[in-house]
């Protein structure tokens, strides 16, 4: 059994007390059931002071199993998880904590505050002789129910074979709360209430019911309305249920003493319905049993008999200990049980934190995010996040940088909700292909394919935990977050608890959680990337680092060049492969252009060659190219200082950086109209100048990061043919952008060259 629950532990979390007949005789069956010998259940069954020693051996060798439908070790879990039991408070073989298959993040309370060795008693005192058993009633009735209501209470009763006494009957259910109430204001100078609800027997004592009736019984179904519960405990004394009443801020109406072993509590409960009112009792009884006060399980239900205050039973008087005590109600007195077991960490001092000097947590993308924290990438469709995900966590895996961040390498958790398990592994086989790296760490990459399995996040989030435990992943990755979204995206509050869930995982699991989510709808090229995300503000509150997609407005000469760049380099392939020898002979700078390189094309494989490859092979590279997109990414972070934007080419499977900086200029699509931003102020002149300037300058750094880029011997030249392919642009635009700034130069020859500055 060590490899099995401890079914011993959990019944520390069952009082026998609390259950009835037939669910006692059930964790007698389960313990047999899973093997526990007979003085398990016969030391716990000790508790209950309905306990006979001489018969428990016999009744543990009639317990039996119906193969079909055995009493297993289940039931003992379940009663356990009723009393506030969570598996995360138990420890398997390897000492590690763990969750169950169903458990939710949010059942993992302990809701234990109260030692009962340290509550000290509350004395009760009991009325002397003097006292008014009218007067009692009266209040209990005037408290707990409206004059229109039906109550039910029973004074007659018989005693049995042990010597105790049991009701008789159903009792009266026919009178209102007004009736009784005039009866007891009529014979209110009388010793006892016979004249008013008929003689009881002194040793038995009477009862009365808690929840108002219709009039025409006493089962559940009879009661109109679901007011209140009945707590009762007689495994402490009556000082000490007195005190752990009042300690637990229990809403109680009435307080009444029982005239035997225990107090009942008449509690405030206010349940809508029978459903409402079954979950409000279980807790009820759940943190009562939890705190030391452990509960009899046999006064759940709402048409339950309570004792009537203001009668005689034995020695004692039944009467009212105190009226409405405790928190006003069942709602503030339910927040104040979870405020109280928040889990929320203690104060500390920042004095201590100084001389601790705690470490940061360790870098996994490089000026992006650290292990353990959150990452949210956003975009809108078609700009292939999914795949952005994918290269991440090959990169992670492979200890590569991705979209130029450098990646330490690590272990991978990729949940994939969209694609099928053969398309999940075509995706990554191909994106593979495209980096052009050997998939040297697959072993870094695990992929949970959740397609047709999708649950909401705080279902799935033990589950994961569970599943992942024993991995120790550096990143989990979710893809994308709708199929497991709880709530409406739009409610702050739903979201702030969904989001939750991630700080769960990066926590229990110590990783980095990263997750993909969509844009709003509409044109997003005016909005802060950090505002992008559909749905709640909470998505750009809650992240550590949010990167975002936005697509960039492609002009048509740019996408002539990127032709023009993707002919010359699928020339200059051909000519590599089939004539290696010519490819020496190439200039660098015909390496640029598509007319260039279709003359050496030509003379390398001759004109029939040459035609047959231009006329039938370039048609699938031009619609590549104008299937391209392009994308700006940029990054809103906690941790890190803000990065520079990266511009990428998104080009079926794999994103790629825009090395040679032809993206920078681009606006993003949706951004207000040129027209519209050379309009402001009116138009007048001095904002006009101000444009005038700042375009210029643009022009000059272009022309810089392009002379850089393309000068790629350092020669400090270039013909200005090279900038005109470069920027896709007439030669006179370059040239006017040229003459228009004072560190580049133009010749008669056209070549381009910097300003030689004098040592003045």
Same mark, same amino acid.
């Given at each position: 059994m060590?490899?099995?629950?401890?079914?011993?532990?959990l019944?520390?979390?069952?009082?026998?007390?609390?259950?009835?007949?037939?669910?006692?005789?059930?964790?007698g069956?389960a313990?047999?059931?899973?093997?526990?010998?007979?003085?398990?259940?016969?030391?716990?069954?000790?508790?209950?002071?309905?306990?006979?020693?001489?018969?428990?051996e016999?009744?543990?060798?009639?317990l039996?199993?119906?193969?079909?439908?055995p009493?297993?070790?289940?039931?003992?879990?379940?009663?356990?998880?009723?009393?506030?039991?969570?598996?995360?408070a138990?420890?398997?073989?390897?000492?590690?904590?763990?969750?169950?298959?169903d458990?939710?993040v949010?059942?993992?309370?302990?809701y234990?505050?109260?030692?009962?060795?340290?509550?000290?008693?509350?004395? *009760?005192?009991?009325?002397?002789?003097?006292?008014?058993?009218?007067?009692q009633?009266?209040?209990? *009735?005037q408290?707990?129910?409206?004059?229109?209501?039906?109550?039910?209470?029973?004074?007659?009763?018989?005693?049995?074979?042990?010597?105790k006494?049991?009701?008789?009957?159903?009792?009266?259910?026919t009178?209102?709360?007004?009736?009784?109430?005039?009866?007891?204001?009529?014979?209110?100078?009388?010793?006892?209430?016979?004249?008013?609800?008929?003689?009881?027997?002194?040793?038995?004592?009477?009862? %009365?019911?808690f929840?108002?009736?219709?009039?025409?019984?006493?089962?559940?179904?009879?009661?109109t309305?679901?007011?209140?519960?009945?707590?009762?405990?007689?495994?402490?004394?009556?000082?000490?249920?007195?005190?752990?009443?009042?300690?637990?801020?229990?809403?109680?109406?009435?307080?009444?003493?029982?005239?035997?072993k225990?107090?009942?509590?008449i509690?405030?409960?206010?349940?809508?319905?029978k459903?409402?009112?079954?979950?409000?009792?279980?807790?009820?009884?759940?943190?009562?049993?939890?705190?030391?006060?452990?509960?009899?399980?046999?006064?759940?239900?709402?048409?339950?008999?309570?004792?009537?205050?203001?009668?005689?039973?034995?020695?004692?008087?039944?009467?009212?200990?105190?009226?409405n005590?405790?928190?006003?109600?069942?709602?503030?007195?339910?927040?104040?049980?979870?405020?109280?077991?928040?889990?929320?960490p203690?104060?500390?001092?920042?004095a201590?934190?100084? =001389?601790?000097?705690?470490?940061?947590?360790?870098?996994l %993308?490089?000026?992006? +995010?650290?292990?353990?924290?959150k990452?949210?990438?956003?975009?809108?469709?078609?700009?292939?996040?999914?795949?952005?995900?994918?290269?991440?966590?090959?990169?992670?895996?492979?200890?590569?940088?991705?979209?130029?961040?450098?990646?330490?390498?690590?272990?991978?958790l990729?949940?994939?909700?969209?694609?099928?398990?053969?398309?999940?592994?075509?995706?990554?086989?191909d994106?593979?292909?495209?980096?052009?790296?050997?998939?040297?760490?697959?072993?870094?990459?695990?992929?949970?394919?959740?397609?047709?399995?999708?649950?909401?996040?705080d279902? +799935?989030?033990p589950?994961?935990i569970?599943?992942?435990?024993?991995e120790?992943?550096d990143?989990?990755?979710?893809?994308p977050?709708?199929?497991?979204?709880?709530?409406?995206?739009?409610?702050?509050?739903?979201?702030?608890?969904?989001?939750?869930?991630?700080?769960?995982?990066?926590?229990?699991?110590?990783?980095?959680?990263?997750?993909?989510?969509?844009?709003? =709808?509409?044109?997003?090229?005016?909005?802060?990337?950090?505002?992008?995300?559909?749905?709640s503000?909470?998505?750009a509150?809650?992240?550590?680092?949010?990167?975002d997609?936005i697509?960039?407005?492609?002009?048509?000469?740019?996408?002539?060049?990127?032709?023009?760049?993707a002919?010359?380099?699928?020339y200059?392939?051909?000519?590599?492969?089939?004539?290696?020898a010519?490819?020496p002979?190439?200039?660098?700078?015909?390496?640029?252009?598509?007319?260039?390189?279709?003359?050496?094309?030509t003379?390398a494989?001759?004109?029939?060659?040459?035609?047959?490859?231009?006329?039938?092979?370039?048609?699938?590279?031009?619609?590549?190219?104008?299937?391209?997109?392009?994308?700006?990414?940029?990054?809103t972070?906690?941790?890190?200082?803000?990065?520079?934007?990266?511009?990428?080419?998104?080009?079926?499977?794999?994103?790629?950086s825009?090395?040679?900086?032809?993206?920078?200029?681009?606006?993003?699509?949706?951004?207000?109209?040129?027209?519209?931003?050379?309009?402001?102020?009116?138009?007048?002149?001095?904002?006009?100048?101000?444009?005038?300037?700042?375009?210029?300058? =643009?022009?000059?750094?272009?022309?810089?990061?392009?002379f850089?880029?393309?000068?790629?011997?350092?020669?400090?030249?270039?013909?200005?043919?090279?900038?005109?392919?470069?920027?896709?642009?007439?030669?006179?635009?370059?040239?006017?952008?040229?003459?228009?700034?004072?560190?580049?130069?133009?010749?008669s020859?056209?070549?381009?060259?910097?300003v030689?500055?004098?040592?003045?």
């Amino acid at each position: 059994m060590t490899d099995k629950l401890n079914l011993t532990l959990l019944l520390e979390y069952i009082p026998p007390s609390s259950l009835d007949y037939l669910d006692w005789v059930s964790v007698g069956m389960a313990l047999k059931f899973e093997g526990y010998p007979f003085d398990v259940w016969d030391t716990w069954s000790q508790q209950d002071s309905r306990y006979n020693a001489r018969e428990m051996e016999a009744k543990w060798e009639s317990l039996g199993h119906s193969k079909d439908t055995p009493v297993t070790g289940a039931f003992i879990t379940m009663k356990a998880k009723e009393n506030g039991w969570t598996s995360s408070a138990y420890s398997g073989s390897d000492g590690n904590e763990f969750l169950a298959w169903d458990d939710e993040v949010s059942a993992a309370r302990d809701y234990k505050f109260i030692d009962k060795a340290w509550v000290e008693g509350q004395e *009760i005192n009991e009325p002397t002789d003097n006292w008014s058993p009218a007067e009692q009633l009266k209040t209990y *009735i005037q408290t707990l129910f409206k004059n229109d209501d039906y109550i039910g209470y029973v004074v007659e009763s018989w005693q049995k074979d042990d010597g105790k006494y049991s009701v008789s009957g159903s009792g009266n259910y026919t009178r209102t709360a007004e009736e009784i109430l005039n009866d007891l204001e009529r014979y209110k100078n009388e010793k006892d209430l016979g004249f008013v609800v008929g003689d009881s027997k002194k040793e038995a004592g009477a009862w %009365i019911r808690f929840n108002p009736l219709d009039g025409k019984g006493v089962k559940n179904d009879n009661v109109t309305d679901f007011r209140y519960a009945l707590v009762e405990s007689d495994n402490l004394g009556l000082e000490k249920q007195n005190a752990i009443m009042r300690e637990l801020e229990l809403p109680i109406a009435a307080l009444v003493f029982s005239g035997g072993k225990s107090i009942h509590a008449i509690v405030k409960v206010e349940a809508k319905d029978k459903n409402e009112y079954r979950d409000r009792v279980e807790y009820l009884y759940k943190i009562c049993n939890k705190n030391g006060l452990q509960v009899d399980g046999q006064n759940k239900n709402p048409s339950r008999l309570s004792r009537m205050p203001g009668v005689v039973r034995g020695d004692h008087k039944q009467f009212l200990i105190d009226t409405n005590i405790g928190k006003a109600n069942w709602e503030e007195w339910q927040t104040w049980i979870e405020d109280l077991n928040d889990d929320l960490p203690e104060f500390e001092s920042l004095a201590e934190m100084f =001389k601790e000097d705690p470490p940061l947590a360790p870098v996994l %993308i490089d000026g992006v +995010l650290r292990r353990g924290h959150k990452m949210l990438i956003a975009g809108p469709s078609k700009a292939g996040k999914s795949f952005a995900l994918m290269e991440m966590t090959i990169s992670i895996a492979e200890g590569i940088p991705w979209f130029g961040f450098n990646c330490e390498m690590g272990k991978v958790l990729y949940l994939n909700m969209e694609l099928d398990r053969p398309s999940a592994y075509k995706r990554f086989k191909d994106i593979y292909q495209a980096m052009g790296i050997p998939p040297k760490h697959l072993e870094n990459i695990s992929i949970w394919n959740m397609r047709g399995h999708s649950i909401p996040m705080d279902k +799935l989030t033990p589950k994961l935990i569970r599943r992942a435990q024993k991995e120790k992943f550096d990143a989990v990755i979710i893809d994308p977050i709708y199929k497991v979204l709880t709530g409406s995206e739009n409610d702050a509050e739903q979201m702030a608890k969904f989001t939750n869930n991630f700080d769960k995982v990066a926590m229990e699991l110590g990783t980095s959680v990263i997750y993909c989510h969509h844009h709003s =709808k509409g044109a997003q090229g005016g909005k802060s990337s950090m505002d992008r995300s559909s749905g709640s503000g909470v998505f750009a509150r809650d992240p550590d680092a949010i990167l975002d997609l936005i697509e960039l407005d492609v002009t048509k000469s740019l996408r002539d060049q990127q032709k023009n760049r993707a002919t010359a380099k699928f020339y200059a392939d051909i000519i590599r492969d089939e004539k290696p020898a010519y490819f020496p002979e190439i200039g660098q700078d015909d390496f640029l252009s598509a007319s260039e390189m279709r003359k050496h094309l030509t003379e390398a494989l001759g004109t029939e060659r040459a035609e047959r490859i231009a006329g039938f092979e370039l048609g699938p590279l031009s619609k590549r190219v104008d299937l391209m997109t392009a994308w700006r990414l940029e990054g809103t972070l906690r941790e890190f200082p803000k990065f520079d934007s990266v511009n990428l080419w998104f080009n079926y499977p794999l994103h790629y950086s825009d090395d040679a900086g032809v993206l920078k200029d681009l606006e993003p699509v949706g951004s207000e109209p040129a027209y519209k931003r050379g309009a402001t102020n009116g138009g007048n002149s001095k904002n006009s100048e101000e444009k005038k300037a700042e375009r210029a300058k =643009k022009n000059t750094e272009n022309l810089i990061s392009a002379f850089t880029t393309l000068d790629i011997e350092s020669k400090g030249e270039l013909r200005i043919g090279e900038l005109v392919d470069y920027f896709g642009k007439s030669r006179n635009t370059v040239k006017n952008w040229i003459d228009n700034q004072d560190i580049l130069k133009i010749d008669s020859k056209g070549i381009v060259s910097f300003v030689e500055k004098s040592n003045e």
